[in-house]
DNA sequence: GTCGAAATAAACACTG
DNA sequence: CCAGTGTTTATTTCGA
């Protein structure tokens, strides 16, 4: 009764398309059940875990040129990743996007609101089709103001920071060196992480296409996607193998040619070495940080136009060849017109710089703790004046429920990597389909963002079956009563603690329905466990075979997901790289992402070897030994299984497993 | 539109 | 009888 008042609330939000992944809403037909609640797809996610800012080194300062410059680096990046985003994934060094704002009609106000209060449908509504374009590169030229005031300001303090520092201090112990360095190429990292998913999920919208010549689909993209080297290669646009790099980078006059250069430059050699402390900017020489032409210069260049750079069309994902600018208009015209995909095409791209400020924030947020905790600076609580929308709750310390202060809040409110905006709706029984099939892994999310889900009421993303079996899994001896069940459950998610007659009986009916679930009469009566095999069964990962797959699991990596994932995989194993010179290499960086992938695919356990056998799958999973801590008992579990008591009533569970359902088994199936 | 998976709800049986 | 446990069926939603 409650609990369905509490859906039928939650059904009001705004029906979305399924197609470009909405961030919130999905239509919820009515009904008696239960009420949809948001998507599951991109919704856009914080940063990684908010706890652990990688490697807490706690040495003393470290030479000063080199935070600097690494600072700068992450700026840069940062820096170059929006203000591409903002025009259109142009090129690096094409700095078309000044934007020509005067032309604009559209009230700032609106243009500002309406990504995220209108649908796009409202858009196309209110909007008639130039003011749909004014609306959006008057938005692109704000958020270009804003960025590059921030950025502004954000050098000038480090800078500042910069000549404190050298005053104070001169000699730094070497050891402290790497951890620092560690840590501040972590965050380069990620936010190259970053730029990464967004590329992902234009291309799982299908708005930016590969080229045939440069991958063959996004699994194979998404390896050297990872190195830094390529990062640029790759938001040119993804295309257009032919086109030098150098062109846009020769762009003449922009203060982004600095910016990409130098972040070219610190990614191009392949080992970072620890010790780049020599590097270039001596003693922080910005050359680039000074946003020489900002935003407030619009000058337009007659003749050029901001989707239009060196002959091609800059349209995500289009890149056609247009030999002048009439040509271009015409192409744009035709090609590009106010039409159902241009307009998803443009969502989308506001979407990808609403949560590249987003995550933008938090990244800067974050360095600027871990230069406060460097002892180079306190830093302020917020050091600076928040030029992105980016809420409170967004640095929220630890899960506690925020209520979302509006629902309509421009921006996703506190979120778990990886959660949904639709998990935010707290309350009712939100009928979202938690898929544990592209959301990450469940072990490692878990484990990331552990302390959200035990402190906010936010539905975990994860099906009841995965939740059962990783509380199953998680105890010594891999079995629990139902009620053991129920109080981890409880324990780990403070969605569970209320609605509990809900849950409960759909954890009784997964237990029950769920062949991989077996229960097992115990001395202290029933407890249940979790044959592997079953549960691979019943969600064949074909992955590898599937595209949609691949797309659904790429949309299921928010970038939260994606940075849990990639920062699990950098505590699992690969962290060590980030030391070492190779760390660049596609070589190591490819392993970081075919991981995400793999986790996203199939949470902990290890795909079929039969069902996938797919190539794509580059590296083996660096998680491999989580993974057969996880498998193992799983097959050990079999022999283990106390078939005995258990009499007539459970044939099942004395016997094979396969007997339950599905006779003939792949042998090779459980983890080899 | 169909189908399968998942979530939800509910009825029912069994047991202590 | 009741609560907890377990099974089963029905309905709805969603994504493929």
């Given at each position: ?14 029906s ?7 961030i ?24 990684g ?9 706690n ?27 903002a ?10 996007s ?6 604009v ?53 480090l ?35 970053l ?15 590969l ?20 990062l640029?290669?790759?938001?040119k ?38 010790s ?6 001596p ?14 210069s ?55 710089v ?24 306190p ?17 929220f ?5 925020h ?53 906010a009421d936010?539905?975990?993303?994860f ?29 780990m998610?403070?969605?569970f ?25 115990n ?9 592997e ?19 659904n ?46 986790d ?11 069902g ?32 005995p ?15 339950r359902d599905?006779?003939?088994?792949l ?6």
């Amino acid at each position: 009764m409650m609990v369905e008042s509490a859906s039928e609330t939650i059904r009001s939000a705004p029906s979305g398309q399924n197609g470009v992944g909405s961030i919130s809403g999905q239509t919820d037909g009515g009904g008696g059940g239960g009420g949809g609640a948001g998507a599951a797809g991109t919704g856009g996610s914080g940063p990684g875990r908010d706890s652990a800012a990688g490697p807490d080194s706690n040495g003393e300062m470290s030479p000063a040129e080199l935070l600097h410059f690494q600072q700068q680096q992450a700026l840069q990046v940062a820096r170059q990743f929006l203000l591409q985003q903002a025009s259109g994934l142009s090129s690096p060094g094409n700095n078309d996007s000044k934007q020509s704002a005067s032309s604009v009609q559209v009230p700032v106000s609106v243009a500002m609101m309406s990504p995220q209060m209108l649908t796009p449908q409202q858009m196309q509504q209110i909007l008639s089709p130039p003011q749909l374009q004014a609306l959006l590169q008057q938005q692109q030229a704000l958020m270009l103001q804003q960025l590059q005031e921030y950025y502004k300001k954000q050098q000038e303090q480090l800078h500042l920071q910069l000549l404190t520092q050298q005053q104070a201090g001169k000699q730094q112990p070497k050891e402290a060196l790497g951890n620092k360095q560690l840590a501040f190429q972590q965050q380069l990292l990620q936010m190259q992480q970053l730029q990464q998913q967004h590329l992902l999920n234009l291309q799982r919208q299908g708005l930016v296409s590969l080229q045939p010549g440069q991958a063959s689909g996004p699994l194979q993209t998404l390896p050297q996607a990872v190195c830094p080297t390529d990062l640029p290669q790759l938001w040119k646009g993804e295309g257009a193998p032919g086109q030098p790099a150098e062109d846009s980078v020769k762009q003449e006059g922009l203060d982004l040619t600095g910016s990409a250069t130098t972040a070219t430059s610190f990614a191009a050699p392949p080992k970072v070495s620890p010790s780049l402390s020599h590097h270039t900017l001596p003693n922080g020489q910005p050359t680039v940080l000074t946003p020489r032409r900002d935003s407030s210069s619009h000058e337009e260049t007659p003749g050029s136009h901001p989707l239009y750079g060196h002959g091609e069309c800059k349209w995500p994902g289009c890149e056609t060849l247009c030999e002048d600018l009439g040509q271009f208009i015409k192409h744009l015209n035709t090609e590009h017109a106010l039409d159902d995909r241009s307009t998803a095409q443009c969502r989308v791209q506001m979407q990808v710089v609403q949560q590249l400020e987003i995550q933008l924030a938090k990244e800067s947020e974050r360095l600027q703790a871990m230069m406060a905790h460097l002892h180079m600076r306190p830093s302020e609580p917020k050091p600076f004046n928040q030029p992105v929308t980016v809420s409170a709750a967004d640095s929220f310390p630890d899960g506690l429920v925020h209520p979302p202060t509006s629902a309509a809040a421009p921006v996703t409110p506190l979120r778990p990597p990886g959660l949904s905006s639709a998990s935010l709706h707290s309350g009712g029984p939100t009928r979202r389909r938690s898929s544990d099939k592209f959301c990450s892994p469940i072990s490692s999310e878990l484990a990331q963002n552990h302390e959200f889900y035990k402190n906010a009421d936010v539905r975990p993303p994860f099906t009841y079956a995965s939740l059962i079996r990783q509380a199953i899994l998680e105890t010594p001896d891999r079995q629990l009563t139902l009620n053991e069940i129920y109080n981890w459950f409880t324990r780990m998610f403070a969605y569970f603690r209320r609605n509990t007659a809900t849950w409960k009986n759909a954890v009784r009916h997964n237990l029950s329905l769920h062949k991989c679930f077996v229960r097992v009469e115990n001395v202290k009566g029933a407890v249940w466990t979790v044959d592997e095999r079953e549960y691979q069964k019943r969600r064949p990962p074909k992955m590898t075979g599937s595209p949609t797959l691949v797309k659904n699991m790429i949309s299921g990596l928010s970038y939260g997901a994606l940075n849990a994932s990639y920062q699990a995989a950098l505590a699992e194993s690969s962290f060590p790289l980030l030391n070492s010179p190779g760390m660049l290499n596609p070589g190591s960086a490819s392993s970081l992402l075919p991981l995400s992938h793999e986790d996203v695919g199939a949470p902990v356990e290890p795909l079929p070897s039969n069902g996938s056998s797919s190539p794509p799958r580059l590296s083996p999973p660096q998680y491999s030994h989580q993974v057969q801590v996880k498998e193992e008992p799983a097959e050990a579990e079999e022999d283990r299984r106390p078939g005995p008591p258990l009499g007539p009533p459970n044939p099942s569970t004395a016997g094979p497993p396969e007997d339950r359902d599905l006779e003939e088994e792949l042998p090779g199936e459980e983890l080899s």
